[in-house]
Every structure is written in C-alpha cells, then in structure tokens.
C-alpha cells in the first residue's frame, strides 16, 4: 500500500521560514518524481515545486522562485520544501505527490494522477 505523509506545515509570521517533509513508502521511491502542490479553498490545485527522479532537475512556480527549495533523499525516502521569505499568498494547504514525471501531472495537478498525501496546511501571519 502507497503511503504519502506530510510533515512541517504551521503557523508561521511573514518574512519567515519554513520546512516541509515528506515521506512515502509502498512504491519504488527513486522511481518517482516528487512535487508539492497547493490549494487555496475555492480555488484549483497549483503545482509549487517538482523534482526529477534523480534528483538533478528541479522546478518552481514563478511565484516561489528564489524563496522555496526543494529536495529529495533517495536513500531515506523523502522529498523536502524549504519555504523562506513567506508571505500571506503562501498561505494555502500544501499537498506532497509521487508522479511519473514533472510534466503534465505537475503543471496540471489532480489527485487523480499519481499518489497524494492529505496534505499539510500553512498558514502565514502578517
């Protein structure tokens, strides 16, 4: 059985920083691209970071580049999103996601594609 668990989410005052881990099992981990995906109520899925299978490449929404880096640890099974210089648009539940590849299952995020966590909420203070 796949499991996808979040880890990290919380408050956190705007100009601040925050992790955000995930791990997954039941699945071939180095097998899988990686990517956090967010929501806003009312609003659609967005695609936030995405890493490659093996790590070397990586994507980011324009809206976090340069604030939020993401990792993955092959050999403990994990993906991380570091979140720095957050603001109040950060705000949203942050869904971890194993998908075949950083395509399509990341530009357009549905937890019909791929396996997803139940996701971890942040919430920024201003």
């Known amino acids: 059985q796949v499991q996808v668990k979040e880890s990290g989410g919380g408050l956190v005052q705007a100009g601040g920083s925050l992790t955000l881990s995930c791990t997954v099992s039941?699945?071939?981990?180095?097998?899988?691209?990686l990517a956090w995906i967010r929501q806003v109520p009312g609003k659609e899925y967005e695609g936030v970071s995405c890493?490659?299978?093996?790590?070397?490449?990586?994507y980011y929404a324009d809206f976090v580049k340069g604030r939020f880096t993401i990792s993955r640890d092959n050999a403990k099974n994990t993906v991380t999103l570091h979140m720095g210089n957050v603001d109040s648009d950060d705000s949203a539940k942050y869904y971890c996601?194993?998908?075949?590849?950083?395509?399509?299952?990341?530009?357009?995020?549905?937890?019909?594609?791929?396996?997803w966590g139940q996701g971890t909420q942040v919430t920024v203070s201003s």
């Open positions: 039941g699945l071939s981990f180095d097998e899988q691209a």
């Open positions: 890493i490659s299978r093996n790590g070397i490449s990586t």
């Open positions: 996601a194993a998908i075949a590849s950083c395509s399509s299952d990341y530009y357009y995020p549905s937890p019909e594609y791929g396996y």
